[in-house]
């Protein structure tokens, strides 16, 4: 099956520092990729949808200035969290949908554990 | 705006029994997707089945099989036979296939798996 990487697998950084996190689409083409928070034992909250070659789309309440979102190529999405705090301590994932033909599947990434100190 | 419910946040199940999680959620359009998302202590998040709002049948893989009834827009998730490894939060979710392709998903149903 489609396989969705991420790097780091766990970061720990200071507070004021910035964090860029990798999500990889390995042997498929993502159009689309999508950023999820997850507090513990909490769902996931949808962050931002990623376009290639566009334009990030955030959801309501979300920092775009904040959470930056670079889609540069089919395979890549990058979120890096700027000016991190510890507020922004949380499990970061990302998942990566096939695009036409495929829309209805997201293959999602192992998540990215954030620690803000 | 969709929403999706998971009313039982958290239960235990003897290995071997059968266990029924549910959902319901509440849309006004005709065309979705549902699921069932697994997310162990790894926290690697694995779809257990999926839903096309358009089949009437119910989906089954294994022993992870769904009573969807679309008139009371609910979608229970039956795991028979289950298994020590089963233990893990169940996330109910919903697509609507738009421009945007987004997940709802619901709070989730911790269960457990004794032995």
């Known amino acids: 099956g489609a396989v969705v990487s991420q790097h780091p697998s766990w970061v720990i950084c200071k507070s004021g520092t910035s964090v860029k996190i990798e999500c990889r689409s390995l042997?498929?083409?993502?159009?689309?990729m999508f950023w999820y928070r997850q507090f513990p034992k909490q769902s996931l909250m949808l962050m931002a949808t990623?376009?290639?070659?566009?334009?990030?789309?955030?959801e309501q309440g979300v920092e775009k200035d904040k959470f930056l979102i670079n889609h540069a190529s089919l395979t890549l999405s990058t979120l890096t969290v700027t000016s991190a705090h510890p507020e922004d301590s949380s499990f970061y994932i990302c998942?990566?949908?096939?695009?036409?033909?495929?829309?209805?599947?997201?293959?999602f990434g192992p998540g990215t554990r954030l620690l803000v100190l | 705006a969709q929403t999706v419910t998971q009313s039982q946040p958290e239960m235990s199940v003897q290995e071997a029994e059968t266990v029924t999680l549910s959902c319901t959620y509440d849309?006004?359009?005709?065309?979705?997707?549902l699921f069932w998302y697994k997310q162990p202590p790894s926290r690697q998040m694995i779809l257990v089945i999926r839903?096309?709002?358009?089949?009437?049948q119910n989906a089954t893989e294994n022993r992870f099989s769904v009573n969807f009834q679309k008139a009371a827009k609910s979608f229970s998730l039956k795991i028979s036979d289950s298994q020590l490894g089963d233990t893990a939060m169940y996330f109910c979710?919903?697509?609507?296939?738009?421009?945007?392709?987004?997940?709802?998903f619901g709070k989730g149903t911790r269960l457990h798996i004794l032995p």
């Open positions: 998942s990566a949908d096939e695009g036409t033909g495929g829309r209805e599947t997201q293959y």
């Open positions: 839903q096309e709002a358009y089949k009437q």
């Open positions: 979710a919903f697509m609507m296939l738009t421009r945007d392709d987004k997940i709802i």
């Open positions: 990623s376009n290639e070659g566009s334009k990030a789309t955030y």
């Open positions: 042997d498929f083409q993502a159009t689309t």
């Open positions: 849309t006004s359009e005709n065309n979705y997707y």
